[in-house]
């Protein structure tokens, strides 16, 4: 590589870690192009609603952001983290813990990714490309992707020096290095669903809901019922994110997704069995929630290394988790802010010890944050743990419903060396 031509990144997938990526490898130095099999910047998450961003991860996209304040204007603030416990017979619900230090903000998937995006000089991602394969040269200096051009069925091929995989959690990369890896079932689905009230403001649905939940647009809600639990939050421009947890065998998913396209019967189905556990406040803005979907929560055993010669994971590919403690655009955030720190430090000719430092900084905090996550599922979700009796709010004490608070989170307030 001659001193003028910069290295050559290619990330593969166009979400939020991938275009994350690209803002810290293009500040360290390197030209980076993304590569998104979807035709063109998405109009609604494909498995995704609402988010929470902690207070890290703000700063973070602010520093990429040509206008920093764009964040605040589009996300509310989560100052409280509240857990509360409804009794699903008589249809009532008292707070468990309360935390006011909390300082996330709750972000729409979607305006996030167009925030990022927009942030990018043009032509750095490329849509409507599927990745197929990739081959890494002998001496280990380069690597050759093989893309299809949807729209075209054309096939090309593309060459860099670096391959980024944030290609999701069913990562096809990840899986050409750990053939035998497979991810686990939680045990239980989410129906998720964004209600929006904009021009019904005044609705009794939207005058109830803000009765019963006095502190929507500044708390994170976290309702526990018997064996279940759901999550509440304002998002902005007049919109509500709910998603609700129910145990269930493990589903036959086709085709390579964790997101099930839903029936009218299916929902119709939700809607009874919704009737039976939360206050009807609740239930209403489910029950008036248009294409409401179905995740089924899977999430892996941390793995033990994310990266091989000139290949290295981000976000869910490197890490699947569970949604309990929030982590999953934080941990893509802060895995793209480490990955453009050790480029930039170690430079490209350094390669494989920038790799090795962004994965040993990495590794240790993500592995522990999944498996805190997988913890909080369970106890949340009423399902058996080794160290303690099954959870249930209604006869729980004080120290059973400590350990719910988002702030135990292993790492929750930690900033890495190489970011400060």
């Known amino acids: 590589m001659s001193e003028k031509e910069k290295p050559k990144a290619v990330v593969v997938g166009g979400s939020i870690a991938g275009i994350s990526c690209a803002h810290t490898l293009a500040l360290a130095g390197w030209d980076v192009v993304v590569l998104e099999k979807s035709c063109g910047p998405t109009t609604g998450s494909p498995t995704g609603a609402g988010l929470g961003l902690d207070p890290l991860a703000q700063r973070l996209i602010q520093s990429w952001l040509h206008n920093p304040q764009l964040l605040h204007s589009s996300t509310l603030p989560l100052t409280i983290d509240l857990n509360q416990a409804t009794d699903s017979e008589k249809k009532v619900s008292w707070t468990l813990t309360r935390d006011e230090n909390f300082n996330f903000r709750a972000a729409y998937w979607t305006d996030l990714h167009s925030l990022l995006y927009n942030a990018l000089p043009p032509n750095i991602v490329l849509w409507g490309h599927l990745f197929l394969s990739f081959s890494i040269s002998d001496d280990k200096k380069s690597v050759k992707i093989k893309v299809k051009v949807v729209q075209t069925d054309e096939e090309i091929e593309i060459v860099g020096n670096l391959l980024v995989a944030a290609d999701g959690s069913l990562s096809s990369i990840r899986q050409s290095f750990l053939p035998g890896h497979k991810l686990r079932y939680s045990g239980y689905c989410a129906w998720r669903g964004v209600f929006d009230f904009s021009g019904n403001e005044n609705s009794e649905t939207v005058v109830g809901i803000r009765r019963a939940y006095t502190e929507l647009g500044k708390s994170l809600y976290f309702n526990l019922g018997s064996g279940t639990h759901s999550v509440f939050y304002e998002l902005q421009n007049k919109r509500l994110n709910w998603i609700w947890y129910v145990n269930q065998p493990e589903p036959e998913l086709?085709?390579?997704?964790?997101?099930?396209?839903?029936?009218?019967?299916?929902?119709?189905?939700?809607?009874?069995?919704?009737?039976?556990?939360?206050?009807?406040?609740?239930?209403?803005?489910?029950?008036?929630?248009?294409?409401?979907?179905?995740?089924?929560?899977?999430?892996?055993?941390?793995?033990?290394?994310?990266?091989?010669?000139?290949?290295?994971?981000?976000?869910?590919?490197?890490?699947?988790?569970?949604?309990?403690?929030?982590?999953?655009?934080?941990?893509?955030?802060l895995d793209a802010a480490i990955l453009g720190k050790c480029l930039a430090k170690s430079g490209a000719e350094n390669l494989q010890s920038a790799l090795r430092e962004y994965q040993s900084t990495r590794l240790p905090v993500v592995s522990k944050q999944v498996l805190h996550a997988r913890r909080m599922g369970r106890i949340k979700q009423g399902l058996v743990l080794p160290d303690r009796e099954p959870f249930d709010p209604k006869y729980a004490r004080s120290e059973d419903y400590q350990e719910l608070q988002q702030k135990n989170m292993p790492f929750f307030d930690d900033v890495p060396l190489l970011l400060i």
């Open 254 to 333: 086709k085709r390579n997704s964790v997101t099930m396209k839903v029936s009218s019967e299916m929902v119709q189905k939700m809607h009874r069995e919704v009737e039976k556990v939360w206050v009807p406040e609740l239930v209403r803005v489910m029950k008036e929630t248009k294409d409401p979907f179905l995740n089924f929560i899977y999430d892996s055993d941390p793995l033990e290394q994310i990266f091989w010669d000139n290949v290295v994971l981000v976000g869910d590919a490197a890490h699947p988790t569970t949604p309990h403690g929030l982590r999953s655009t934080n941990m893509s955030v």
